[in-house]
């Protein structure tokens, strides 16, 4: 595995790359063009600078998450080809510069949804956390003011406020789209790009929905291992994978994760490792990586991810807030610094005594 970081461009992100570069084991980041538009062609210049900037700080490009898909795509409309175009576009400028793998998304209207950015546990720490509850009692139109008052001052990826100020006009547009449709969609759009992908070994890897149920009634289709298996099979493509992240795909409590990471073997391109801590099966908040500070074993989650061969980029996930840090929430630098030399430590672990 490479351990890497998540890393949002020194124009967005309180964290500057040389610190990232002095966490023990960790050789890239992953990064996007965070001023980017869903649906627009990247500019060659900027993935070269971008690469280029990254480079000067002894790491390097790992993978890039996200190119964002536009709803055209996700809906069908009939103008989704030419979206899909200029996504294959990007791709090819990526794949020409030694990016080969792109984690994407194919939720509706919202990406990952938490209820609160800053909640307090115990030891004093503040963290993401979801409570269905509170989901069931805001109307949609309400939760970008919401996530927005919690955020520091920062804009949180996939909550950019020019796209979400329309989102009872997405909603519109999404009634119509049920599970089965945009299984149909994303079939569509990973049949145009897979030919790009292999032309420039690209691995796609798609992230699941966070939580992994419908909010607000939206259908969300990347949540267990009967879909993921299903999306496997419908575009079988090597290149066609996914990120497993253990935070997404563990908010339901009845997917179990090393079996997942087990039964896909070879298709998992990213992986994103990370704990929760469960109230009850409607509410949680994310925890340390330690295994005993939440309810996942890390060690069996990281052990399986060695027994299927897993050679690709890894990264902590969201972490706390702690020491003071003010920064975007769940991406501060200290506890996904802690989080990488875990998840480090337990790989060393893992992998001596299986010599």
Known sequence: MKMTLRWFGSKHDSVTLDQIRQIPGVTGVITTLYDTVPGEAW????IIDMINEVNAHGLEVSGIESVNIHDSIKIGSKDRDQYIDNYITTLERLGKHGIHMVCYNFMPVFDWTRT???RKRADGSTVLAYNQAAVDAIKPEEMFASINSDSNGFIMPGWEPERLAKVKELFELYQNVDEEKLFDNLKYFLERIMPTCDKYDINMAIHPDDPAWSVFGLPRIIINKQNILRMMKMVDNPHNGVTFCSGSYGTNREND???MIRSLKG????AHVRNLKF???SDFEEAAHLSSD???DMYEIMKALYDIGFEGPIRPDHGRMIWGEVAMPGYGLYDRALGATYLN???EAIVKSNR
């Open 279 to 281: 109230n009850s099966d």
């Open 257 to 259: 994760l090393p079996d």
């Open 345 to 347: 430590g337990l790989w």
């Open 267 to 270: 298709r998992i391109h990213f």
């Open 294 to 296: 939440g309810t996942f």
């Open 116 to 118: 609160e950015l800053a």
């Open 43 to 46: 500019e060659e210049q900027e």
